[in-house]
């Protein structure tokens, strides 16, 4: 029982007039009713208590339950369902735009056309905020883009990712990226690939090694 009191002479007047009845059901499919009001009969009661009482359920609702919904939570279903999108997907990249300013769909869709040299079919959607899905025809272009990665859009990174359907995007890592480093100043006897890939080993872990000549022939040793 939980009792309410109140010092106040206009909410006693209130409460003589008045009764207020709240009732919600139990998981016991039970009327649980809370009855406030001013009780006064021959029982030893104060004059302002709230009582719990449990009624039988009404027969109408027993034989009108509420209406459920047959909708099942979730189903199973084959590839052959959503093969148009899986082949469309294994031929595209996710992207993230690693920038303060605002992402404009048409401004990016213009730019990679230059900087990716037009690769068929292209198609970007956005998926979240700076995140990108781009879609291309041809899977050796989504390869080059990948493998050149990251990328360089109007003073910002464009890092690249290839889509998995094992993996959500939203746990991918544009964080870290692969960069090149040059190795300017280097010996004619100390130019080789082992040694980059040496040097490079201080700084992290290399992908690649490889020899770089500028117009003149200078010749400078890249890391990845």
Known sequence: ??????????????LA???????????????????????QDNTQHNSHHTYYTEIPESSTARNNPPPQSNIPRSFLYSDTVINE??????????????????????????GLESIW????????????????????????????????NPWIFRN??????????EVDYH???FDHVPIWIQLWGLPAHCKTKQMGESIGALLGNVEAA????????QIIIKIK
């Open 156 to 165: 910002s990174w464009l890092v690249v990712k290839p889509w998995d359907r």
């Open 171 to 173: 746990t991918l890592d």
């Open 210 to 217: 490889e020899f770089y000549e500028y117009p003149g022939k």
């Open 85 to 110: 999108g899986l082949n469309a997907c294994k031929r595209s990249i996710i992207g993230k735009i690693i920038t303060d300013k605002h992402v404009h769909v048409n401004s990016i869709q213009n």
């Open 17 to 39: 007039r008045n009764t207020i009845v709240t009732s919600i059901t139990t998981p016991q499919n039970k009327t649980l009713t809370i009855n406030t009001q001013n009780h």
């Open 117 to 148: 040299g037009s690769p068929p079919g292209l198609k970007i959607q956005v998926l979240e905020g700076k995140l990108l899905q781009f879609f291309m025809t041809d899977i050796a272009d989504q390869d080059r883009i990948i493998q050149r």
């Open 1 to 14: 029982m939980v009792t309410s009191n109140t010092n106040q002479q206009d909410c006693h007047n209130t």
